[in-house]
């Protein structure tokens, strides 16, 4: 028998990834793309059936934030009436749904509020959790102006999959978005935890039309206090915040201008995805700028094609058209629901999700969960159909009903 060798699975991931493009392009129903993706997906991460290699929890352990962003996906932070302030989980509740985690087989863990430094008792009981055991990857996002306060618990577990700190702008760019001296706090965060050997700090920044010409200055400045990683995105309207935010694909080249002139230390992502940015995806595509020469791949649960644009520093396109979400895992929201992982906290009607871990277990969810990954997968590949035919797709209620 002829085992294929690890460049033919390579090669075999990357030519799959580019037939839904040409698939798409060509005619193929969605419906019968996502069921194609579907099978290969199940095949590649869990042939047996059960829990993929890889399955994460998303951690919303409050739905409190001591900044007020324009671009923020929650709807309670632009409506207060909103804010989840009763019925929260306790710090023995987030204990059992993390060993419960554990014990299911959920090995990547990201810890996220709205700002998890606003709740340490629950942000750092879940970290010693997860520090105890091996082979877990455990990431946390943070605005930043708080580590200061807490890093003398922060370093006691300095082994971040990603540490990541928001910026989105530099300096007065920053602070227009995030509020008068939020930047130098942040910043001062960044050094903290630079000084303490924290691994993997990373820089996330979202791309909008007021801030993307200050990227680079923000990109050397934040290299010299200690940055390793940064990843771009794009922004995304929602019915709660400013509609003209909307992403379109000159953002994308503004973004691609202003890393002209960047520090060669930096390891730098562009992230392109097809459920947020179907139409950037698309007509990048289209124009030949996301094409297989050259191309590499992730294969972790997060699938993605990587198009290299620079080795010095290192610049990459990280574009993912195998959606993965529910059947990779879902988010824990404060209350115990259960949610996709952005989609039901831009909407309040939303916000009870599918299931709620006070009255199912872990893995109960995860088996609703994954029942909801087929009409997202539907959902997914109907908005970027659209996007390669040209059709310009907003925004979306739910991905699920």
């Known amino acids: 028998m002829m085992i294929a060798s690890e460049r ?30 579907r099978d290969y997906i199940q ?3 869990a042939p047996g059936g059960g829990l993929p290699y ?7 352990v409050n739905d409190l934030c001591n900044l007020t962003c324009d671009h923020c996906f929650y709807a309670s932070t632009h409506d207060k009436s909103l804010i989840q302030r009763e019925g929260l989980l306790t710090t023995e509740e987030w204990k059992r749904i993390i060993n419960e985690g554990l014990e299911f087989g959920i090995t990547h863990f990201n810890i996220v509020g709205k700002e998890p430094l606003l709740s340490p008792e629950i942000t750092f009981l879940i970290l010693d959790l997860l520090a105890e055991k091996n082979g877990i990857k455990y990431e946390i996002i943070t605005n930043g102006t708080l580590i200061e306060r807490h890093i003398d618990r922060i370093k006691q577990h300095p082994d971040f999959y990603f540490f990541s700190i928001s910026f989105d702008g530099y300096r007065e760019f920053h602070d227009k978005i995030r509020g008068e001296g939020n930047y130098i706090k942040s910043r001062r965060g960044l050094e903290a935890i630079s000084k303490a050997g924290i691994k993997n700090r990373t820089i996330i920044f979202t791309a909008m039309p007021e801030n993307i010409d200050s990227l680079d200055c923000m990109l050397k400045d934040l290299s010299e206090a200690g940055a390793e990683y940064a990843s771009i995105g794009f922004c995304y309207p929602t019915p709660h915040n400013r509609k003209e935010l909307i992403s379109k694909l000159d953002a994308y080249y503004r973004v691609i201008d202003k890393l002209q002139s960047v520090p060669k230390e930096l390891d730098i992502t562009i992230g392109v995805l097809a459920d947020e940015h179907a139409n950037i995806l698309a007509e990048l595509y289209k124009r030949g700028e996301i094409n297989i020469t050259g191309a590499a791949v992730t294969q972790d649960l997060a699938p993605a094609i990587i198009i290299p644009l620079s080795e010095s520093p290192r610049i990459a396109i990280s574009c993912t058209v195998l959606p993965t979400m529910f059947m990779s895992g879902y988010r824990i929201d404060c209350t115990g629901a259960a949610l996709d992982y952005c989609n039901d906290l831009r909407r309040s009607e939303s916000r009870n999700g599918f299931r709620n871990l006070r009255q199912h277990s872990v893995a109960e969810v995860y088996q609703k969960s994954k029942e909801l990954w087929v009409p997202y997968t539907e959902k997914y590949y109907d908005r970027l159909s659209k996007a390669l035919k040209g059709e310009m797709v907003g925004t979306l209620d739910r991905w699920y009903n």
Do not use: K, P, T, W
């Open 54 to 60: 890889g399955a994460e929890l998303g951690l919303s």
């Open 43 to 45: 095949e590649l991460y």
């Open 8 to 37: 033919d699975i390579y090669r075999e991931h990357l030519d799959f990834q580019f037939s839904i493009f040409e698939s798409l392009i060509n005619g193929e129903h969605h419906l019968e793309v996502a069921e194609r993706s």
